[in-house]
């Protein structure tokens, strides 16, 4: 019985080395950007290690216009799901691309510069005459069309099977996900603003105001008023609102109730890019000024003090990722320390960088106004030994280790047994 147990025990241990090894083999779900803000509370954040010298790793330029006198231009800002890349170009097409490559796996005519959001297989992006559409994410087929009657939308978000929205007549929108009809709408006023969700709540700048709304139903929960429009798109990080405001004013508001937290005044410059939020600390682009806060400015940064021809109120928004803030101001893309804004490096694109910069997995990936998509990334990104590749490697090595102390155990058991 003693040989038994003994038996039992040992064999019990060889199981859990081996449950053990397969947790650690179950390859983890790659990093993924899927809309305007990198999620839906628009926190901003990347995944990796930005790399300290640029290598541009591909690029994609459109081609032959879909439509006549039209420029391909590329100022919505990408999504990148499952190794594609999504992004909308001003010539009436919106591309998949291969995000290791560059390479094209599909397109399809929608015009205008949206930049699109991707969940569950299906991409929602828009266009510059208020519609929306739905496209299964694989083949490019479209599932659904939604039309707002107005001119042009903001970015979409997704969140739990619903499209967020808001056009620039009047009216926010929740869209159903798989089936493209209305759940509920609301009149705002005109926005740009790109609605954020957090917890059940729907958040929007609007007019002169921020508004607060019910998911489910559209009910207002509260609205912050402020001295001038906000067009700039909401961060909802940590239940604190973060969104700039063209009365010169950095807010902070409480997402629960709406009231202010703090707020830092730029003096009479208009509003700032979309903010990132990482740790507490707010980054922000103002003209060709990045600034970090946390309640008080840590730091500003000059970047591009002359831009070419760069168009007032529209601004790429940071996105940062391992303590780099990556912005586009002009036509450079920037990476900074993001403790002290030291500036890293700039890479100069033939065009006006207002696409916002998705990071994943260390990679930059953004569009120009030079018709054309970037992807950035240290020579390690193409690497056959990358780090994640080194850790495959090793993980391998490891379970050979474990098998092998696996059959020396198992024919201890059995000498022990015919010893006893």
């Keep these: 019985m003693a040989k038994f147990s003994r038996m039992k025990r040992s064999s019990a241990a060889l199981i859990c080395l081996i449950l053990v090894c397969t947790l650690f083999l179950v390859p983890s779900a790659s990093a993924d950007w899927p809309m305007f803000g990198s999620d839906p509370q628009h926190s901003g954040v990347g995944t990796g290690s ?5 290598t541009l790793l591909w690029n994609f330029t459109a081609p032959i216009q879909s439509y006549p006198n039209v420029t391909a231009s590329f100022q919505s800002s990408p999504a990148v799901v499952n190794g594609v890349v999504y992004i909308g170009c001003s010539n009436g097409d919106v591309y998949l691309l291969n995000a290791k490559t560059g390479t094209q796996l599909w397109s399809n005519g929608v015009p205008g510069n949206i930049s699109p959001a991707v969940a569950d297989g299906i991409v929602v992006t828009g266009s510059g005459d208020g519609g929306v559409a739905g496209f299964d994410a694989a083949s490019g087929k479209l599932l659904w069309s939604f039309d707002t009657g107005d001119w042009g939308i903001s970015s979409p978000i997704i969140a739990n099977g619903v499209v967020y929205m808001a056009s620039t007549g009047t009216e926010a929108y929740a869209v159903n996900l798989k089936k ?26 609007s007019g002169s105001g921020v508004f607060a709304f019910n998911a489910t139903n559209g009910d207002t929960l509260w609205r912050f008023i402020t001295l001038s429009y906000v067009s700039s798109s909401p961060s909802v990080v940590n239940g604190v609102v973060y969104i700039p405001s063209g009365d010169g004013n950095l807010y902070a508001l409480n997402a629960s109730s709406g009231q202010k937290i703090w707020n830092y005044n730029f003096g009479p410059v208009g509003s700032a890019s ?7 600390i707010v980054y922000v682009l103002l003209h060709h000024e990045v600034y970090a806060f946390n309640g008080n400015k840590l730091w500003n940064s000059t970047v591009n003090p002359n831009p070419p021809d760069l ?5 790429s928004s940071p996105s940062v990722a391992n303590g780099v803030v990556c912005v586009g101001v002009g036509n450079r893309m920037y990476a900074l320390n993001a403790t002290n ?10 065009g006006i960088i207002e696409s916002s910069p998705a990071v994943v997995n260390g990679i930059i990936y953004f569009g120009s106004t030079d018709g054309t998509v970037y992807a950035l990334g240290s020579v390690s990104s193409t690497s056959p030994l990358t780090p994640i590749r080194i850790i495959q490697i090793s993980l391998v090595v490891f379970v050979v280790v474990i098998v092998a102390a696996a059959i020396v155990i198992i024919r201890w058991n059995r000498k022990a047994i015919k010893a006893n």
């Design 50 to 54: 930005p790399p300290l010298t640029p």
């Design 180 to 205: 493209g009809y209305e759940i509920w709408s609301i009149d705002v006023g005109p926005t740009y603003s790109s609605p954020a969700f957090s917890n059940g709540v729907v958040y929007l700048g």
């Design 274 to 280: 979309s903010p990132a939020v990482v740790n507490g």
């Design 311 to 315: 168009p007032m109120g529209i601004y």
């Design 341 to 350: 804004g030291f500036i890293l490096w700039s890479y100069q694109t033939e």
